[in-house]
């Protein structure tokens, strides 16, 4: 199908046929799982990247592997350790036969980089993502290198709980778009998984969209237009998160020690483009920003010891300031 970019209205409606046949691709491998697909598909549309959080062994992988497959780009897996270091993501200059340095891409060169267990990593080695995240390039000997577009990086974390894991920074938390959470499967679901994962069936991954048509498509969020009391709903609703401040409810004041800053405003306008745009609608209205709060606001909002120790989840307190 032939999309026609100078027509809006046309390439919004192929957006909407396109995303249901991504999502039946993806459904080949994936059983399950449908608000983190959705939310990845949102996040890269609009131009953002991902955290995934979940226990091991819940296809987290497999599902980042299989998106980049259905969008026919690039894609690069970097297992994060202990011991990795900055120059095995980024690359590193390496002297030739003929005795000049030359600089050996690393695996961030890639249009999607699946960070696999991104907290296993120290917090040095988490930083050398975070101008690639930011300015989409790398510098290396004071060499700008430009990553090739679309680019996205997509995290997965295991519980922080864990053993042999590390916080985070929050300056890199903050560059994720979305962050969203992976929880076991149902009981039917699992019998699927199973049945599907222990016999010799093969599947193959369709391309849906390719690179020039990602970008073009993000593009045309870009150009959704918003209404003022869309605005104002976003950018209030990320102002109650903040203790102390003149919007910020009780609820908040109670069990935030520091809430989302204005990033998350922008990231809750793009998302509701995108997911207005995927369910036919042709401008976002207030249940689309709640649609993708969740994911915004999630790893933004630093609970205090008095939420912790009572068991309150940044979800719920979301929920409750909607």
Known sequence: MMIDFNNDKHAADSLVTKVHELKREIGKTIIGQDDVINGLIISILSNGHALLI???GLAKTLLIKTISEALDLSFNRIQFTPDLMPSDIIGSEILDDSKQFKFNKGPVFANIVLADEINRTPPKTQAALLEA???????????NYALDLPFFVLATQNPIEQEGTYPLPEAQLDRFMFSMVLDYPSLEEEINIVKATTSNQSVSINPILNQS???????????????????????SLVAKTRAKRDMAPDLINEYIEYGAGPRASQYLIIGAKAHAIIQGKYSPDIADVQAVAKMVLRHRLVRNYKAESHGISTDEIIERIY
């Open 213 to 235: 048509e990602i970008v073009a498509f993000q593009a045309l969020i870009k150009k959704v237009p918003v209404t003022d009391h869309v605005y104002e709903y976003a950018v």
């Open 133 to 143: 995240m930011q300015e989409k390039s790398v510098t290396v000997s004071g060499t």
């Open 54 to 56: 979940g226990v091991p």
